[in-house]
Every structure is written in C-alpha cells, then in structure tokens.
C-alpha cells in the first residue's frame, strides 16, 4: 500500500486518508475518491489530499475485518458489520466468555496492522454485551497476513461464550446466637440476585445449627430431593471455616461427599470450600459472598454454572487478578497497632471524626430571612446546640462545614475548638458539604460522623452510642440512627465508602452510597431525636425553639 500526500489531480481512486468537512456534508475516512468528491475538495480550496493506493497484494480494511472474522466460530456470538477497519462481536447469550491468551497473543503477533482486543478470561457477560473487536489499523493490509491472522482463529476458538446452565439450588445456612436473622434474610436476596442471571432458582432455604451432624443431613437432604434440573448446594456457615476439620467441610465428609478444595487466592473469598457429593456440587461460601459486591465466591459459581470444570487445579490458578481492587479496604482490627516514638508498639482505638453540615440555604424557613442554625434553644443558638454535642461525645477534633452565612455561622460558634471547612458550593446540594466534610476530617480517619445541625434532640449520649457500635464492628459497618425502625440521623460512614463519597453530585446524602456499598449496616434506636430536624418556621416553635437570625 501506498501512503501519503498527492496532488488533487491525482487522487481519483485513491482511498481518503482522512475526513474533510465540506459546505454540506463531510468525506469520511476510507472513501474512495470519485471525481464528483475530487471536484468537492477543489472547491473548498485543497490542492493536495493524502489518499492511501493499495498494491496487488492489499485488502481494504473492511475487507480484512471481514476475512478475519469469518475464521470464528459463530456459536452464542453476533457480529457487526465491518465499519472503518473495525468488526465488533457480541454476546448473543447470557454466560462466561473464556479466553485463551496464547491464542489471541499470536494473532496479535502476525502484524501491528491487524488487532485483536477481547474481554478478560471468565467474566459474566449478558446478551450483547461486547466482548471482542478486530481493528484493521491502516487503511489496507496484506491479504496475506489477514489469511494468516484468520487462520489462527479457525484453528481453535481463541474466546467464546460458555451459555450458563441454570440450576436448582438449595441455601444451607447455620446458626449462632451472633448471627442476626435479618443477616441470613438479606444473604437470601443477595443469593438468589446472583442466581438470577443464569435462570438458576432458589429451591430450598434451610437454617440448621452450625453442628457437623446437622449440616450434613441437611445436605444430604437436599442432594436426594428430586428436581427438574441439575442441582448445586450452598452453605453459608455462621463462623468462618478455620481448618479442614471445621464444620463445613467436615460435614460434607459426613454426608458422604469429598472436599475438593479448601481456600483459594482470591481476596476477598480466601475461606471458600469446594465439594462434591455424587454428581452434586457444594459451595461453603466465604462470609463476604453476603455482599452483592465481586469476590471469589463468584469466580467459582460462575463457573459451575457455566458447565467448567472447577476444581483445585483451577482454584489455584486464580492468584495473579485474585486481588479484587473494587471491594472496600480490608478489615481492619478494631484497635489499630503503631510504633510510637521509643519504638514501642501501641494499640489505639479507631478513628471517628465528627462532621457537622451547616451549609445549608434554609430555603424552606420563608421570606423572612430567618437562618434556622440562628434560632435559639434555652438561649443558645442551635448550631451551638449541635456542636457541642459533638464535641462532648468525641474524643477527635470536630469539624464543621459552613457556606450560607458563614460568618454568622462562625459568630454563633465563638470559642469552640474546631476545624472550620468553608464550602463554596453549598448551593449545589448536599454532595458538596458531604466532600468538604471529609476534606476536613484528615487521612487517619477509620469512619466520619455525619451530624445534621439542625437536630435538636441528639445528646452526646446518643452519639456515644453510635460510635461504640462503630467500634464494634471494627470500622467495617456503616452504623445508622433510627427510630421505629425508620432511617435517620446521625450516621457513622466507614472509611471504606470514602471514595464513592467523593463522587457524589448534587443535592444528595450518602444514602444511595449506604445502599449499593456492599457493608453491613447497624441501626441504633435512638429514639424520636432520630427524626427530629427542623426544616420550617413551625417545626422549630413546635421543639420550643425561637428565631433570631
């Protein structure tokens, strides 16, 4: 192939190297000049064009893409047509697209001209999802090489889709007195969510004591029972599996079955356990499958429920991606370890800094141009109020967010000790103040109390409260206020969330980033205070409040 600039006149049949944008219209990239489009281009000024002339031996792009394409084995795949160098394959069922990397490799190695970029090995694809895209690079290639590239294709699938199987599937789950009912409600949902995707169905729901015997028969119970299609069994065990020798799979030996393997090298999904009984396989699921986030309890199921093979050998060769960035940091203990000065190891407890929002417009309190932060309780202006909540239930420095009226704001807090963040864009919402809120509370934050300023019945006794449920679950818990039953404030986010915190737009909270997180959350009733926000003129005289501001 010839490449490069030519004179106008000299470029009928020549291949536009680049798009030019015309008084009505444009010549895309890969048009072959007619005289009709050379006449164009005179007439906007060009005297010169760069064109590509393809030698004897050349195909144009498409035609290459095309080629090449044709070496693929069709099943559960639709292609796009070919379209400036590029062929795109989808998904035509819901399933596991697996790759081989040698292959795709080679293919990749027969030219820089011709390209192969494909999803990663194993991952849950839906219909039409993407999964692979051939791009002819230059203009034209070597029918040679695309033969050859073909070639490689049709030898032996280089990707395919794995259609998932559906199944029925029973959920052993086993008790202990620290294992709340509304955890296993929730592991359920999250289960069958997963189910979902592969047409496969929850059959069974057992609760049995975290026993071997018990385990086993329930086991044992669900393999025998008969059904419409192949059958898998989960266990979910309320205590961690520990050694070959704990209860899961000591009960799958009970119940006549075989470990295949314990553990794998995924992270999060370290504690998995793999069985086997008659033609039935068992999942003992590490703890952290209750979340609907990825760990490595998917990578397995999704391959059974792909029809692979799944066992130690391939357990252990999930190591070099087992690291999963996307889930939140790891647990961490609930008093952190340091060196301090001397070199001495000390323990210290977690982290929580206070954040208190008073940015806020106050556009419901009306046309008077009362601040609902002003109004005084017992003669002491409610953002005070608020404040000194904070700070008598903490033992870190409070932060407080200010932006309407800040100067008034700050007058009201006169001679606290406190770290003033100032938010420019209060305005936009909530979002703002929530970011400017972690702007302030420092890196060696473990969690952020969020505090509404405006809720007069929080005491430090609540917030206390909060805090020491916090500590409880070592920093790994979103801990909420409620009332009833019913969300409110204030709340206790996890460093683990800061980083979506900071996505956030708009005049929104953090509940949306509470919900999709993937943490446990621990509601703590403290009464009607949790309700209790003074949003208008008639809210705060009906909590005996006056307006000065």
């Not at 490689?152 to 199987?165: H, S």
């Not at 979340?291 to 309890?297: A, L, R, T, V, Y």
């Not at 006169?414 to 103040?433: E, I, Q, T, Y």
């Not at 209790?532 to 008639?538: A, R, S, W």
Request: charged share 25%; with cysteine; glycine share 12%.
């Amino acid at each position: 192939m010839r490449f490069g600039p030519v004179p106008l006149g000299d470029a009928e049949e020549g291949i536009l190297a680049h798009a030019v944008a015309l008084p009505e219209g444009r010549l895309a990239k890969g048009t072959r000049l007619g005289a009709t489009d050379v006449a164009a281009l005179a007439a906007i000024g060009m005297d010169r064009v760069v064109v590509a002339r393809l030698g004897p031996d050349d195909i144009g792009e498409d035609e290459a893409a095309t080629l090449i394409a044709a070496g693929i084995v069709p099943d559960y795949l639709t292609f796009s047509p070919a379209s400036t160098g590029r062929l795109n394959l989808h998904a035509a069922e819901d399933g596991l697209f697996v790759a081989t990397r040698d292959r795709v490799d080679r293919f990749n190695r027969i030219d820089p001209a011709i390209t192969l970029a494909c999803l990663a090995d194993h991952v849950a694809v839906r219909a039409g999802d993407m999964v692979a895209t051939i791009k002819i690079i230059p203009l034209a290639v070597d029918r040679r090489r695309a033969e050859q590239a073909a070639s490689i294709l049709a030898e032996a699938p280089a990707f395919a889709i794995k259609p998932f199987i559906p199944r029925d599937v029973t959920l052993v789950s086993t008790l202990l007195p620290s294992l709340k009912v509304q955890v296993m409600d929730k592991t359920r949902r999250v289960l069958e969510d997963r189910l979902r995707r592969s047409g496969s169905r929850l059959t069974g729901d057992v609760r049995v004591a975290h026993e071997q015997n018990a385990v086993a028969e329930a086991i044992r119970n669900a393999v025998a029972e008969p059904r419409d299609q192949s059958r898998l069994v989960i266990v979910f065990g309320a205590s961690a599996v520990t050694d070959r020798d704990d209860v899961i799979p000591a009960a799958i030996r009970a119940a006549g079955g075989e470990v295949d393997h314990l553990g794998m090298p995924v992270d999060p999904g370290n504690l998995l356990v793999l069985g086997t009984l008659g033609n039935v396989r068992i999942i003992g699921a590490p703890g952290c499958a209750r979340s609907p986030k990825e760990n490595g309890f998917d990578w397995v199921l999704d391959r059974i429920l792909a029809g692979e093979t799944v066992g130690a050998r391939e357990i252990t060769g999930m190591g070099v991606g087992g690291l999963l960035a996307e889930i939140p940091t790891r647990p961490r203990p609930r008093a952190r370890s340091e060196v301090d000065g001397n070199g001495v190891q000390a323990i210290r407890p977690l982290i929580v800094r206070a954040v208190v929002l008073a940015a806020g417009q106050a556009s419901r309190m009306g046309t008077a141009g009362h601040h609902k932060l002003l109004a005084e309780f017992d003669g002491m202006p409610l953002v005070r109020r608020t404040t000194e909540v904070a700070l008598a239930a903490s033992r870190e420095p409070v932060t407080i967010v200010t932006g309407h009226r800040a100067g008034e704001i700050r007058g009201a807090l006169s001679g606290l000790d406190l770290v003033f963040m100032h938010n420019d864009d209060f305005a936009s919402g909530m979002a703002s103040s929530l970011i400017a809120g972690l702007d302030g509370i420092g890196p060696e934050a473990d969690g952020m109390l969020v505090l509404l300023a405006d809720m007069p019945g929080v005491t430090a006794g609540d917030v206390r409260r909060l805090i020491a449920a916090f500590e409880e679950q070592g920093g790994q818990a979103v801990v909420r206020a409620v009332y009833g039953g019913k969300r409110g404030n204030p709340v206790i986010l996890p460093r683990a969330l800061f980083p979506a915190l900071r996505k956030l737009e708009g005049d929104v909270g953090a509940r949306h980033v509470i919900e999709t997180g993937g943490l446990p959350v621990v509601d703590v009733d403290i009464g009607p205070a949790a309700h209790l926000d003074l949003d208008t003129p008639e809210a705060i005289a009906a909590a005996g409040g006056v307006l000065k501001g």
